[in-house]
């Protein structure tokens, strides 16, 4: 089996996060991407987030028609803080014959160092990396870092993706449509729940 892990907050996930699993999967020719909320975030500790659960919930919701990809719980069931290296190895442990692919945008490869045990990560996993204008990696710090990287690393070619969660945020907290940008039954959930309404 060839499995993608797509990690995030997802506060809320949206349309840009589905099009980055899609061409992951078709490009890579995955069988399956399993969309990982993370409980605690260790770069983003003390940033307000919606509750783990409504988050949770917002991802089956974002998936439900889509059988290729699935929700983990891996980050959400156990305590935090949660780091990459931990969560591939339990989901390793759970598909123990499947080759990973860790899924980010090109922004998140710039930090991959500041993360716990890169090393580690790329030995528990390929990175998929959906390229992204103005982003080049630090390829002479990564060769001396993690000169595994080069031979890890594979690109995912996509339309430039503008779409933040954090925008989302703004704009229903702004009273604006979000339509555009999350699939209707996470619109449908967050306003059900009234998620969003105040600034963060």
Known sequence: MRLGILGGTFDPPHFGHLQMAEAALAQLQ??????????????????PSTRPEQRARLVELAIADRPHFALSRVDLD???????????????????????WFIMGEDSLSDLLRWREPARVLHLARLAVLRRPGYEPAWPTFDQALPQLRARLDWIEHAEIDISASDI????????????????????????????RHPA
């Open 30 to 47: 995955l069988d399956r991407v399993l969309f990982a909320p993370v409980g605690v975030q260790p770069l983003k500790q003390g940033e």
């Open 169 to 196: 945020r703004q704009r229903l907290q702004a009273g604006r449509s979000v339509e555009h940008l999350v699939p209707p039954k996470v619109l449908q959930f967050i306003l059900e729940q009234q998620l969003y």
């Open 78 to 100: 156990r305590p935090g803080p949660h780091y990459t290296a931990d969560l591939l190895a339990i989901v390793q442990r759970q598909h123990p014959t499947a080759a990973l």
